[in-house]
């Protein structure tokens, strides 16, 4: 009822997981569908997000197909009722779709979970709010809290230190305009506008009246809830807050509590904050160019395959399933399209990945093989490691906190599943690449791989911090002689 009723033109609801954000995003459109030329698109990052059995697409048929007039068109994923009224879903998956709406008048724009999609994605559509049609143009958002998202970094006014909402202001609306990326924030908008005429103005003057003080100016409030809110849920489906209840700490923290903070752990490899600025440190040189290969042929695991230049994160493919010609048509991909030399490409030859580095049928000779149980590589370093992938992310985690890794944009924003970009599941990995507890003088050490699937990553595998601590081995591995084939 706060989401539905709020006046501001930006609302964006984040509370815990089975609060009903999106039941009471698909009741929004509903006020304005007796306006004629009213429209409405609702946003979902993929397409097998609106389609999946109890997506986007099927929640809407429970709600629209008793409206009078509705005229479901699931051909183009569109409701469409009398006097040209149209309710249209659509995905965003990559950076330039958010180009197709170009041109587009759109009165209510609706996000379902906001954090998966960019922050350029959404102020580019914001730019397309505008109507004719007599509805004041306004935005809808859902989302589950992610303290990674650009999302915390917009809201963080109403989210105490604690991680959660600060009861006082829920649902309070404030002010803002963009200058940039920079945001001038005020509790009305004449405090706004005394904020930011030194950009405002100028712009203003220049348009001979054309342009008003409110047409830069946007109003946003955050509101969150609980799934204890949700008394049907609970009657319907009891076993859902047993399932929120069984992930690891900081998941449940954030599903079922609505929390916007993380915690740390001091046996991290990868420093929170740090890791975090990884995706903005633009300023990391570029160094040689190298391919790491996380080698999947079927299962749940997936194939990755990542192009750095020193570290720098460039490039990267993501297969769920994959022969084995298909993976190294993947490689041979990267190393024709980058021209990586077979020196500069390691592999994961613990089981099926063994088969890339031979020398007959088109296999990649000279490459480096990955054994991550295999001994450490001697280097000046004197402290002691279980193995080569301890000491790999060891090295990588330290990396990482002097700032000296990029993860760059087309690599976070990729998809990883139909659920998470590569940004999302990044930071999901991380929290399970942990140090064992050190006893006395046994070397530093990982905790085991089940450990890191089953108590922190819900049975799956660290497929994309794998792969990206696999980069290490370039720094400390003996150089062999080149060979370059394509």
């Known amino acids: 009822m706060m989401a539905l009723s709020s006046s501001a033109d930006i609302v964006i609801g984040g509370g815990a997981a089975g609060v009903g954000k999106t039941f009471s995003l698909l009741l929004e459109p509903i006020?304005?569908?007796?306006?004629?030329?009213?429209?409405?698109?609702?946003?979902?990052?993929?397409?097998?997000?609106?389609?999946?059995?109890?997506?986007?697409?099927?929640?809407?048929?429970?709600?629209?197909?008793?409206?009078?007039?509705?005229?479901?068109?699931?051909?183009?994923?569109?409701?469409?009722?009398?006097?040209?009224?149209?309710?249209?879903?659509?995905?965003?998956?990559?950076?330039?779709?958010?180009?197709?709406?170009?041109?587009?008048?759109?009165?209510?724009?609706?996000?379902?979970?906001?954090?998966?999609?960019?922050?350029?994605?959404?102020?580019?559509?914001?730019?397309?709010?505008?109507?004719?049609?007599?509805?004041?143009?306004?935005?809808?958002?859902?989302?589950?809290?992610?303290?990674?998202?650009?999302?915390?970094?917009?809201?963080?006014?109403?989210?105490?230190?604690n991680g959660f909402p600060i009861p006082d202001r829920v649902g309070k609306i404030r002010y803002f305009v963009r200058d940039g990326k920079s945001f001038i924030w005020g509790d009305s908008k004449e405090e706004v506008i005394k904020n930011a005429s030194y950009f405002l103005d100028p712009i203003i003057s220049k348009s001979e009246g054309a342009a008003k003080y409110d047409d830069f100016i946007k109003s946003l409030t955050f509101i969150g809830g609980s799934i204890y809110d949700n008394k049907e849920l609970l009657n319907v489906d009891p076993t859902y807050l047993g399932n929120l209840a069984s992930q690891d700490e900081d998941t449940r923290k954030q599903l079922l509590e609505g929390n916007w903070k993380v915690s740390i752990n001091p046996r991290d490899i990868y420093d929170y904050h740090s890791f975090r600025d990884a995706f903005n440190n633009v300023f990391v040189e570029e160094g040689e160019r190298r391919i790491t290969v996380d080698v999947a042929l079927g299962g749940d695991d997936k194939l990755i395959v990542n192009y750095f230049e020193g570290r720098r994160w460039e490039d990267i493919k993501i297969m769920d399933k994959s022969t084995g010609k298909q993976v190294l048509d993947a490689i041979n991909e990267f190393r024709r399209k980058y021209g990586v030399s077979n020196r500069n490409i390691t592999y994961d030859a613990d089981g099926v990945g063994g088969f890339i580095g031979g020398a007959e049928n088109g296999f990649i000779e000279g490459s480096i093989a990955f054994h991550n149980g295999s001994k450490q590589i001697d280097t000046d370093d004197e402290r002691k490691f279980y193995n080569l992938k301890t000491q790999c992310f060891v090295y990588s985690g330290e990396r990482f906190e002097a700032n000296e890794y990029y993860i760059s944009e087309k690599v976070a924003n990729a998809m990883y599943d139909s659920q998470m970009t590569v940004r999302q599941r990044l930071n999901y990995e991380r929290k399970a690449i942990k140090k064992r507890v050190k006893k006395d003088e046994e070397p530093e050490r990982l905790i085991p791989k089940d450990e890191m699937k089953q108590k922190y990553l819900n049975g799956s595998s660290p497929d994309l911090m794998d792969s990206l601590a696999m980069n290490e081995i370039f720094e400390i591995a003996p150089k062999e002689t080149e060979t370059f084939f394509f």
């Open 31 to 161: 006020r304005n569908i007796s306006v004629p030329n009213f429209g409405a698109v609702f946003f979902r990052r993929t397409s097998p997000q609106i389609r999946n059995e109890g997506g986007l697409w099927d929640a809407s048929q429970k709600i629209y197909n008793s409206l009078s007039g509705a005229n479901p068109k699931e051909s183009v994923l569109e409701w469409h009722f009398p006097d040209n009224v149209k309710i249209k879903f659509s995905h965003l998956e990559y950076e330039k779709n958010k180009f197709d709406w170009q041109g587009s008048e759109i009165p209510l724009i609706c996000f379902d979970e906001l954090t998966h999609f960019t922050e350029s994605m959404f102020f580019y559509l914001l730019s397309r709010n505008r109507s004719t049609c007599g509805v004041k143009p306004y935005v809808r958002a859902t989302c589950n809290p992610d303290p990674d998202s650009w999302v915390a970094e917009l809201i963080e006014w109403w989210i105490g230190e």
